[in-house]
């Protein structure tokens, strides 16, 4: 009984997912949806990441958290355009918020959308958002027994951002196996090393994601 | 609707709660609620918790993880009786799933029950287990905006370990915004600050687990 209530959902968020999807393709529009544990460094990333793209894409994001707008204020900061959604205690975005707040972008002015997900590692690998690709932050502070803790985020990304590397030398976390463990799960993962703080590693990252644009 | 069909789900939680609470309250068990993000350090404060009380209380865990038995295994090399919950695909223990699991617990020589939930900021905190009290870790690598983020857990703990201290040095975060978005969302709450790597503060925190039991 409860299988079959969870999949109903899930098919009806499907169907909105695939309404957003064909809005944001009409509108020439490439979208991915960053996911990852709560202090990951998500929004970190995603300040580097419209840095480094500036010259070469016009990015829009849409910010979820729970409450607050601290998040669409330091993108707003950047010139980017920026939508807030709080959940309000969902523990994750699904395609219908994610439709409610599309008017709210120019999309016909951007080539990309980057979806800045809740902080958990669970659910919002579950929900489809219409996204073309989801991508994951971990930091390398949260230990290298994550992968396998909860392997599906690993198994639906694209691409994994090993961040906080800068703190490695302090700690007892083993990268190899943060690698190895993640590309078990999925061997297409791609995976980057970068300290958001520091700038390490995130031209490679941003020049990944530029090249995904123009496929 | 939507709001309607949750808040059957959380009555017929709280319910079966309560029947664990009668449990463990007629086994003299006084039983924590364990929360904190992915890779907060949840597993390492519970095994630095189970060495320093050894002497004065028997502590037997429950572990909830989406997959896998890493947790339990640790645990249990060090000798205290553990039950592992796998949640499939669950963000968040239920009183349900605590429930299924107790006969495998020796209640009756069991001073107290710690329960380690899923690693997540959100959902655990809405879902009594049968618990006397909730708290929770947040590593000090998370950020200092965690707080406002995701206020519900929180609020609803006892008590707060600020873990991996002995990073500080080498990151961003202020600690005494921390402190002072805790303490503003929760006057209450107890803030303990300890790196459980290293061992610092361990002893405190214990000595403060160890006095809720006799009171």
């Known amino acids: 009984m409860k299988v079959k209530v969870v999949s109903r959902i899930l098919e009806a968020n499907d169907r909105i997912a695939e309404e957003n999807r064909r809005r944001f393709k009409e509108a020439g529009v490439f979208v991915a949806n960053l996911m990852g544990a709560p202090g990951a460094g998500k929004t970190t990333l995603l300040e580097r990441t419209l840095q480094a793209l500036k010259p070469y894409l016009r990015i ?13 204020e330091r993108i707003g900061a950047l010139g980017a355009p920026v939508v807030q959604i709080n959940t309000g205690g969902a523990c994750h975005l699904d395609a219908n918020m994610i439709s409610e707040v599309l008017d709210e972008l120019p999309l016909n002015e951007l080539d990309m959308v980057i979806i800045e997900n809740v902080g958990n590692l669970v659910c919002p690998a579950e929900f489809k958002v219409g996204e073309d690709i989801k991508m994951m932050v971990l930091s390398v502070a949260e230990g ?17 951002v ?16 943060m690698r190895n463990d993640s590309r078990a799960l999925n061997p297409k993962l791609k995976i980057f090393e970068v300290s958001c703080t520091k700038g390490t590693g995130i031209d490679s990252w941003a020049q990944w994601l530029n090249g995904l644009r123009s496929r």
Not at 62 to 69: A, H, K, N, S
Not at 146 to 156: A, C, G, R, S, V
Not at 162 to 177: E, S
């Open 162 to 177: 090993l961040n906080k590397i800068d703190l490695l030398p302090y700690m007892n976390t083993d990268i190899n196996k």
């Open 60 to 72: 829009g994001v849409i910010e979820g958290d729970i409450v607050g707008t601290d998040d669409a």
């Open 144 to 160: 290298h027994d994550k992968p396998l803790k909860y392997p599906l985020m690993f198994q639906e990304s694209a691409a994994l």
